[in-house]
Structure formats: C-alpha cells, structure tokens
T-cell receptor
C-alpha cells in the first residue's frame, strides 16, 4: 500500500531493555513526525524531521529516547533502558510539504508494553 | 501556550441520531489551523478536515459538518444521522499557521459509540 507503515505493530519489552521502532513514510514525503499516545489520551509530539535533519526534538521525554532518519526516508525511534512509563502507542506521521497546514498521514502505530 | 480541550470523554448514541462533538482551543497566535481526526479501533488516525483561522465559514461534507466560531474559540463537529461505522475516537487538533514545522497539538479525544 501507499500509506505510512510502522513495525512492529506490537512490542513487549522487559524493563531495562532497548527497543527500536521503525517508520516507513509515504514515498516523497519530506516531513516526518513521531508522537506518543498514552492510553485514553491524545497523541503528544515527540520529534520532527525535515528530510534527514532532526529540527525539533523538544518533545522527547528523556535522553533515553533517540530518533534518526539518516537517508531522509525511513525513521527509527529508539528507546534505551525502557521503563514502565514508556508504555504507549508510538505513532509516526508524514507530510508532503514543509508547512504546518500540510495534512499529516498517520501510520497504525506501534503499541509498546513495558513489563 | 496552545491547548485543545475536548470536554466530552465518551458519547453514546443510537444509530440515526445526530451528535455533536465539542472542541475548544487556546492559542496566542492570530493565525492558526484546526483539524479533526478520526481514530477507529485499528488505531490509524484518519484526517477529516482542516480549517484555517481566516475562514469562519461552516463546512459540510456529506453527513459531517463543522462549526468554527472564533469568538468562542470553538470548532465543533456534528455527525448527522450517525451510523455504526462512525464509532471511533475523534480528536481535535491545532497547529500554528504556515510555520515550517507544524506538529499538532491534540485534545484528549471523544470516544463515540453508535449503537444499532
């Protein structure tokens, strides 16, 4: 399909493990966003890429969270030494343009459960 | 700071009823964009509408309509003759106008259940 894909869809980790979440945006989309959605809450911004450049990481909750998009397409969100409070759905979104009014297309998310 | 409030946590209606989902926002920007997204049980957020702060005209798309009132900082969403397939969580979101980033500020969502 031509939509945003994320993998894995579900991830269970033991506390202290490192995890890596992958996002494949729509081909040609310049902007890529990561959001965190806790149970019963709205998505909250984590970080933003314009092509390969990470222009905003102000939403990352701690230095255990790291994101990259080395070639300006696929992006990986890595969480080191996972904690129970990291349990959430992690959503990736991409948009064609650079402006705030461009529609963001969301992937299905990765549900992370930390035991 | 920007903020979006969706006071209705859950709404339950019977099929064919009309339902309105409320959204109130706060921003210091004079120009901004408002969005509605639908999140079905599958989890993927689906874009429904975008409205810029310059345009206060109401919009209708099939059974969906949106009422934007700048004076009350509200952007309410009405579903007419609801159907079971409308059952989902609906999010209202806000972003600044024309900025070169555009991360969305979401409300907490309203879970709509439409019963047959």
């Amino acid at each position: 399909g031509a939509g945003v894909s994320q993998s894995p869809r579900y991830k269970v980790a033991k506390r202290g493990q490192d995890v890596a979440l992958r996002c494949d945006p729509i081909s040609g989309h310049v902007s890529l966003f990561w959001y965190q959605q806790a149970l019963g809450q709205g998505p909250e911004f984590l970080t933003y890429f314009q092509n390969e450049a990470q222009l905003d990481k102000s939403g990352l909750p701690s230095d255990r969270f790291f994101a990259e998009r080395p070639e300006g397409s696929v992006s990986t969100l890595k969480i080191q030494r996972t904690q129970q409070e990291d349990s959430a759905v992690y959503l990736c979104a991409s948009s064609l343009g650079l402006r705030s009014y461009n529609e963001q297309f969301f992937g299905p998310g990765t549900r992370l459960t930390v035991l | 700071a920007q903020k979006v409030t969706q006071a209705q946590t859950e709404i339950s209606v019977v099929e064919k009823e009309d339902v309105t989902l409320d959204c109130v926002y706060e921003t210091r920007d004079t120009t901004y964009y408002l969005f509605w997204y639908k999140q079905p049980p599958s989890g993927e957020l689906v874009f429904l509408i975008r409205r810029n702060s310059f345009d206060e005209q109401n919009e209708i798309s099939g059974r969906y309509s949106w009422n934007f009132q700048k004076s009350t900082s509200s952007f309410n969403f009405t579903i007419t003759a609801s159907q079971v397939v409308d059952s989902a969580v609906y999010f209202c979101a806000l972003t600044d106008y024309g900025g070169s980033q555009g991360n969305l500020i979401f409300g907490k969502g309203t879970k709509l259940s439409v019963k047959p």
